[in-house]
């Protein structure tokens, strides 16, 4: 599961800044980076300067080894995409970032098409959804497109908003996440589509304000939030199961979290503007809190390939999000360690122990020259997946039997050696084996054995 940052600050016009910006994240634990493009109508396709910075942050993740992703969508409701010329018209927008950055493999399309904000229509003359039909139909032109690109670019539809409140006419037109998402299935199955239109479904699973953990449920309503993972998969599955587009089985990325903390006073001014009261700010221990625990359950839903959160730095104006690991000014927030210890018991396998989830470590296995036992200097070098446990042995064929053994664990992509004590060996034929298991959510081991060794005198 990937953890990483909605950050549009690591954008450069060189490559050595957005280097530098990149880096930041890295020291973070994270190991991806969402930025975004802006469809503009009257100026269609991407300028020199946008491609010069997409290409150097493409070229600078992967020094840093972030995958990067970009989000295309219209600026606000008055840019809505909605005839046909206006959907080619954005689809050529995308068609062009991929063609001038080859390195952008993932591109989410649209953002938050349920809201008024970036959407509208949202509503028709007798109440009927008409956003969800009209986005379906850009996702639909879109996926095509990018896939006549190249057929292994990754495409993630909706973005949706976490709320909405689905009555036309109050003067704030959204739809809820439950709603847009059946209204989104209808709308493909009245297309007739047979192709899909989406690889991954993107959502924000935002809570309320910045007091609710990512525990808390929406059972009975119709926001959608990371504890709601079974109501979220089962209106994909009723949305799309049974045609060309997977409902059940679609991988979900929470491409947007956050979680705004307070701001010290010795960090006042770096800020402008006034916090809105709805957002409740928290302290940067529970900031760190939430983002674990967010993290926990995220990592216990099968369908879930990522969780994004939404800055990696503060927006300096305090009506906006103050959701970062680092300060406005660059420095990073107490919460910062915390997250990073999180983020990489993701990537060990061991942020959570999960009902069901069997895991497997698979490693890269370097194995020694048998005459260096006697010397104490012989140790298999082993690069798990994940967090692993490893039981190393020198047998003596044919029977098998146990010469030397040796017990300790790894950390996930960290090469590590598995010492053997200095020993003289009888002349005679040997292998190493190395026996592998997770430490949490144990599967099936994973063994391997070295090809014969002959010791002679």
């Known amino acids: 599961m990937l953890i990483g940052a909605a950050e549009d600050g690591v954008k450069a016009d060189t490559l050595t800044e ?117 986005y379906t139909a850009l996702l639909a032109k879109t996926y095509q497109a990018l896939k006549a690109v190249r057929p292994d670019i990754t495409v993630y539809g909706g973005a949706i908003s976490p709320r909405g409140i689905d009555r036309p006419g109050s003067g704030r037109d959204t739809h809820s996440p439950t709603v847009f998402i059946q209204d989104m299935g209808a709308a493909y199955k009245a297309m007739g589509l047979t192709t899909p239109i989406m690889d991954v479904l993107a959502i924000h699973p935002y809570p309320e304000n910045s007091t609710i953990p990512p525990s808390f449920a929406h059972p009975n309503t119709t926001p959608i939030g990371i504890a ?90 305090l009506d906006r999000f103050q959701s970062g690991l680092y300060y406005a000014d660059g420095t990073p927030k107490t919460s ?57 042995r020198l047998e003596k064929l044919p029977k098998h039997t146990t010469t030397l053994a040796k017990r300790m664990s790894a950390l996930a992509a960290v090469r590590t050696l598995v010492p053997f004590p200095a020993r003289r060996i009888a002349p005679g034929r040997y292998r190493f084996t190395i026996r592998l298991t997770a430490p949490v959510n144990v599967g099936p081991p994973m063994t391997a054995a070295s090809a014969e060794l002959l010791l002679t005198r």
């Open 228 to 317: 709601d993972y079974a109501k979220l998969t089962a209106l994909l599955a009723a949305a799309f199961d049974g045609t060309a587009q997977p409902g059940s089985t679609l991988p979900i990325l929470y491409a947007e979290y956050g979680v705004e903390t307070q701001i010290p006073p010795a960090k006042a001014g770096s800020y402008t503007g006034t916090e809105p009261a709805t957002i409740k700010p928290v302290p940067e221990e529970t900031q760190a809190l939430y983002y674990k625990q967010a993290m926990q359950i995220a990592f216990c839903q099968p369908n879930v390939v990522g969780l994004f959160i939404f800055h990696a730095f503060d927006e300096s104006a």
């Open 336 to 392: 910062l360690p915390a997250v990073k210890d999180a983020a990489r018991s993701v990537y060990g396998g061991v942020i959570a122990k999960c009902p069901g989830l069997q895991l497997t470590p698979t490693a890269r296995i370097a194995y020694p020259r048998i005459r260096s036992i006697a010397l104490g200097t012989a140790a298999i070098a082993v690069t798990c997946n994940i967090d692993c446990n490893v039981y190393a």
């Open 18 to 134: 957005a280097k530098a910006r990149l880096d930041l994240l890295r020291l973070a634990g994270l190991d991806a980076v969402r930025v975004t493009s802006i469809w503009n109508p009257d100026n269609p396709l991407p300028g020199a300067e946008e491609i010069l910075q997409l290409r150097n942050l493409t070229q600078a993740a992967a020094l840093d080894g972030l995958k990067p992703f970009v989000a295309v969508f219209n600026f606000g409701s008055r840019t809505t995409p909605l005839t046909d010329s206006a959907q080619l018209s954005f689809v050529g927008h995308a068609v062009a970032l991929a063609r001038e950055v080859p390195a952008l493999q993932n591109f989410i399309i649209g953002n938050e098409p349920n809201l008024n904000r970036f959407w509208l229509p949202q509503f028709g003359p007798n109440g009927e959804d008409v956003a969800a039909p009209a």
